[in-house]
T-cell receptor, first 113, second 111 residues
């Protein structure tokens, strides 16, 4: 399995608090992604990165920010968590999005109360 | 037309059955195609890539029909352990956001 670690695995937080999720890879892949998965919606892209300090928005980026200061780490921040951000968050990595598959971390289950 | 469409199922089949899933995609320029498997409360995992000539991996066969813009996954001799959600994935035409996921087809294999 690809070396991807997400932390924390589970988190419960209150509305309005900031939350940061971490994704760490040991594969030295250039591309990293954050997805959320909700019933009825499937996997939806939040933000992605194509290199250190190079990031862009995905389909559902509102309320989220990201940072990538090192190749191996990609952070997802919820500046002020809302109940609609209760979800399962997956990080993924890829060598080349045009023709390589994604490899996923094992997810972070976030509950905002 | 949605970018990637799958029949959500569920497909309920007995052990030993053959089952097939189809997936249609809208971007005729898509170049790469994959099937992923996702178990309940787990991350998606790559099952197999789909090549133009079709490809087989044990009991699993994937095929691509570019003219009709669909890919298929055939599972022969179903096992209980095949119960999962199967996600169809295709490349998009947007740089960086290159992979588009279907919502998945749920398979339940019973004894």
């Amino acid at each position: 399995d690809a070396g991807i670690t997400q932390s924390p695995r589970h988190k419960v937080t209150e509305t309005g608090t900031p939350v940061t999720l971490r994704c760490h890879q040991t594969e030295n892949h250039r591309y990293m992604y954050w997805y959320r998965q909700d019933p009825g919606h499937g996997l939806r892209l939040i933000h992605y990165s194509y290199g250190v300090k190079d990031t862009d928005k995905g389909e559902v980026s509102d309320g989220y920010s990201v940072s990538r200061s090192k190749t191996e780490d990609f952070l997802l921040t919820l500046e002020s968590a809302t109940s609609s951000q209760t979800s399962v968050y997956f990080c993924a990595i890829s060598e080349s999005p045009e023709n390589s598959p994604l490899h996923f971390g094992n997810g972070t289950r976030l509950t905002v109360t | 037309r949605k970018e990637v469409e799958q029949d959500p199922g569920p497909f309920n089949v007995p052990e030993g059955a053959t089952v097939a899933f189809n997936c249609t995609y809208s971007n005729s320029a898509s170049q790469s195609f994959f099937w992923y498997r996702q178990d309940c409360r787990k991350e998606p995992k790559l099952l197999m890539s789909v090549y133009s000539s079709g490809n087989e991996d044990g009991r699993f066969t994937a095929q691509l029909n570019r003219a009709s813009q669909y890919i298929s996954l055939l599972i022969r001799d179903s096992k209980l352990s095949d119960s999962a959600t199967y996600l169809c994935v295709v490349t998009s035409n947007q740089a960086g956001t290159a992979l588009i996921f279907g919502k998945g087809t749920t398979l339940s294999v019973s004894s």
